[in-house]
C-alpha cells in the first residue's frame, strides 16, 4: 500500500521542496485549501481531503478534516490485527506523516485592535485535533510543526525508509509543546475578557528567546525565555546593537534597571548592581542626569547597568565611555555615540520602547514545587494619601527629594533606605534584616551629603531608632508609609530635631 503524507500549513516556506521530496520517495499527498493550491501551483501531485472524507469543506471551512477516514488514518496501530481488520472493513488508508501549521492566534490577537469575534475564528480546531491524534500516534506517525524539521525527516527517510522512534518520539514533543502554549494563549485571553483574578488553573507559556551560557553562577544552566505577547518595555523584547551575549545576571540587572527608569518623566539614568540601584538621576538633559547617577556612587557603579530614558547623544555617550559598564539601555542612541560606544568591544548596548507599553497584568515567582502571583508595584506618590505627620511641612525642595526618594525605595530590596536630594540618590541600604541597619548603610553612603536630605523608606518605622539616626546625619524630611503602634514615638523624634516627616499610607516590600 502506498504511503500517505497530510500537508496543510499556513507557513509555506519549504513546503514545496519537502512536498517534492516525498513525491519522489512514493508518497501519496493529501491537502486542503491554500497549501493544496499552493502545491498545485508548482506542479506536486495533490489529493484533496474532500475526496478522501467524501465530504466538502463545511461551515467556512471550520469543517474539513475531523472525520473518520482522517482520524482512523491518523490513530491506527498499524501493525494490531484488530485495528487493520477495522480499517479494512471501513475502507481506511493509514497516514504516516502529517505537517501541519495552527491558525495564527497569538499573531491575530497580536494586533492592537482586536474584536473577540475575530480572535475566536483564529482559534484552530481541526488541526490541533490532527497533530494530537498523530503525536499520540507517534509509534507509527510522524508529525511535524516546523519547517525546520523538514531535511532531518527526509534524510532518514531517504536513508532507513522511515524515521526513527526516537525522531518521532522527540517530534511529538515538540508537538505537544506547542499544542500546549496554543491552548494557553486561547485560556488566557478568554480568561481576561471574563476578568477573573484568580482562575481555578493558570497555564503560562514563554518561547525560548536564548539559551544563556551560565545561570547565577557558572556552574548553573540557563536559558532566557520571554512571554509570546509581551510588554516592548522590557528587557524581553529589548534589541542589542553591540557586545556579547546577555548573561542570566545581566538579565536580572538590566529588567530592574528599566523598572526604575521608568518611573521617570524628565530625563533620569538609573546604574544598577546586582538588582539594586547603586545611582539615580535626573536633571534638564540626559547627559546631566547620567552626571548625577554617576555623582550618586562612583565605585559601585563599575562594572554595572545603566537605563537612560532618553537617546544618548555624543556628550552623554563620552562620559557612559569613561567608565566600565556591562549595559547600556536607551530608546535610541545618536550616531556619535554608536561610534564612540562600541570602540569598546563588551559593552551591550541595548534599544527598548519608551512609548505607552502595555503593563504585565501579573508578576510571578517561581517557589520549590509552585509559583507565587501578584500584581505589579504600580501605586507611585500621585497615589498616594499623603499626610504631614509633623509640625512642620516639608520645603518645595524638600517635597522633590521626597518624591525622588519614594519613586526609588519600592525598587530597593527590603529592609530599604534611601537618601536622596532633589535630583539624585545620595545613599541606598538595601536588603537589611532591620530598618535602622538599612538607614545606617544609606547614612554612611551619604557621609555629608545626608545634611538638608531627604530619607525614604519602604515600610513604616517599628521605633523612633530610624528617625534618630536620620536626624544625627543631617536628614530634615522623610518620608515613610506610616502605620506603626510606635508611631507618635517617631513623630516626637522628628518634632523635637525639626524634620519634616510625610506618611502616604502604604509599603513597598520588595523581596
Known sequence: MKKRALLSVSDKSGIVEFAQALESLGYELLSTGGTM?????????????????????IMEGR????????????????????????????????????????????????????????????????????????????????????????????????????????????????????????????AGFLTDLTEEEFPEQVTHTYELKQPLRYGENPHQKAAFYSRPIGSDFSIAYAEQLHGKELSYNNIQDANAAIQIVKEFVGPAAVAVKHMNPC???????????????????????????VALNLEVDAETAEQLAEIFLEIIIAPSFSDEAIERLTKKKNIRL????????????WNTVSVEGGLLMQEPDSYGFADAAIKVATDREPTEKEWEALKLGWAVVKHVKSNAIVVTDEQMTLGVGAGQMNRVGAANIALAQAGDRAKGAALASDAFFPMADTVEAAAKAGITAVIQPGGSVKDEDSIRKANEYGIAMVFTGVRHFKH
Do not use: W
Not at 484488530?82 to 501549521?101: K, L, S, T, Y
Not at 536633571?283 to 548625577?292: L, V, Y
Not at 541595548?350 to 497584568?361: E, P, R, Y
Open 350 to 361: 541595548l534599544t527598548i520602547s519608551f512609548d505607552q507599553h502595555k503593563k504585565d497584568a
Open 37 to 57: 493550491k499552493h502545491l498545485a501551483d508548482n506542479g506536486v501531485a495533490v489529493t484533496a481531503v474532500d475526496s478522501v472524507t467524501g465530504f466538502p469543506e
Open 279 to 305: 545611582g539615580v538621576g535626573t536633571g534638564e538633559t540626559i547627559s546631566e542626569a547620567f552626571k548625577k547617577a554617576f555623582e550618586a556612587d562612583s565605585t559601585s557603579i563599575f562594572g554595572g547597568i
Open 63 to 186: 469543517v474539513k478534516t475531523l472525520n473518520l477516514m482522517i482520524h482512523g488514518g491518523l490513530l491506527a496501530k498499524q501493525d494490531d490485527p484488530i485495528h487493520i481488520a477495522q480499517m479494512e472493513e471501513h475502507g481506511i488508508q493509514p497516514i504516516d506523516i502529517v505537517c501541519v501549521n495552527l491558525y495564527p492566534f497569538k499573531e491575530t490577537i497580536s494586533k492592537p485592535i482586536v474584536s473577540v469575534t475575530e480572535a475566536v475564528e483564529n482559534i484552530d480546531i481541526g488541526g490541533p485535533a490532527m497533530l494530537r491524534a498523530s503525536a499520540k500516534n507517534h509509534a507509527y506517525v510522524t508529525v511535524i510543526i516546523d519547517a525546520a524539521d523538514y531535511n532531518g525527516v527526509l534524510s532518514e527517510l531517504k536513508e532507513e525508509d522511515g524515521t526513527t522512534s526516537e525522531t518521532r518520539r522527540r517530534l511529538a514533543a515538540k508537538v505537544f509543546r506547542h499544542t500546549a502554549a496554543y491552548d494557553a494563549l486561547i
